[in-house]
């Protein structure tokens, strides 16, 4: 797809790939509703752009009546939605034990609910005009359960899930939707501890701006699903075909996961 004045709802847009995104997008000449709680980061970032495009919605998407609010607010500006873009993301790096409940429910609000009132609320306008494009950025933990993200891996499970299924309940109407699964990536969704994690164990970890420019190349050839870094693809093939042979290949992640997360790896 042509991205020129096309309008995309962008969830996140303030974070690490979320600015990257934007500018990305307005570079293209899209139309962007820009949705972030950050207030000042995302007036900051709509600065930076061409501000007639930039249609800025301070929201807190774990209030579900802030998701629908959202989607009329984009309506209103620009009128139809032509790509909705979830970006926005929280992360918990801890043992599952040891999560606080509310963490817990925050971050499925945030990672899964949130993503799937947005279309929900978006659809009914994108199949009376027979098209649209949706854009869900999971992880490589929606595909591979890692130790100490249970509650994130689970978020992303879900949202692979629900791309998977809308794809084929959307097959012929004119709608994509495109589940984009990056690897670690240098941004403040991780904690210190995720950081020291990946220093010690060599975990591969991309610049915001790569990661963005692979979202933007697999929406305009709107791709299906798509799997960034070697070998986390090939691992994610692997734990779907054989799973006990990842949980051995993990055994000595999954202990340094545990040690890192509770900050007794110098112990
Ligand atoms: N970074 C990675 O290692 C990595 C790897 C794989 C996948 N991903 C996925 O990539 C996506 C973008 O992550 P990122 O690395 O860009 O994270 P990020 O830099 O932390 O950006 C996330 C943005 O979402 C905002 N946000 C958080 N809670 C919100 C809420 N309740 N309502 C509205 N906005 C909210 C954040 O605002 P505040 O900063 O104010 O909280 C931040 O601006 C996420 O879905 C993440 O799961 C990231």
């Keep these: 797809m042509n991205l020129a004045g096309k309008h995309v709802v962008l969830t996140g847009a303030a974070g690490g790939i979320g600015s990257q995104l934007a500018t990305l997008l307005s570079a293209r000449g899209a139309q962007l509703s820009l949705v972030d709680i950050n207030r000042d980061a995302l007036n900051t970032l709509a600065q930076s752009l061409t501000m007639e495009r930039c249609n800025v919605i301070v929201a807190d998407l774990a209030n ?8 009329e607010a984009a309506h209103q500006h620009f009128g139809g939605i032509d790509v909705l873009l979830n970006s926005a993301g929280i992360l918990t790096f801890n ?3 040891a999560t606080p409940p509310e963490q817990i429910e925050k971050l499925l609000a945030i990672n899964l609910t949130a993503p799937a009132l947005l279309i929900h609320h978006a659809l009914p306008s994108m199949l009376q005009r027979g098209s649209g494009n949706i854009v869900n950025v999971g992880s490589t933990f929606g595909s591979i359960g890692f130790a100490c993200f249970g509650a994130y891996s689970a978020s992303k499970y879900g949202l692979r899930g629900l791309s998977e299924a809308l794809r084929r309940e959307l097959d012929g109407s004119g709608i994509n939707v495109v589940y984009v699964a990056p690897r ?3 941004t403040a969704l991780n904690p210190q501890s995720v950081y020291a994690m990946g220093k010690a164990t060599g975990m591969h970890m991309d610049e915001p701006e790569a990661v963005a420019r ?8 709107e791709r299906r699903d798509v799997y960034l870094g070697w070998p986390e693809a090939l691992f994610v093939r692997i734990n779907a075909l054989l799973p ?11 202990r340094s996961a545990r040690q890192f997360s509770t900050g007794s790896e110098s112990a």
Excluded at 64 to 71: F, G, K, N, V
Excluded at 244 to 254: F, H, I, N, T
Aim: charged share 35%.
């Design 244 to 254: 006990r042979l990842v949980d051995r290949a993990l055994k000595k992640q999954s």
């Design 64 to 71: 579900p009546d802030e998701c629908r609010y959202i989607i």
């Design 214 to 221: 692979r979202i933007i190349e697999a929406l305009e050839a």
């Design 184 to 186: 670690a990536v240098k």
């Design 95 to 97: 043992s599952f034990a």
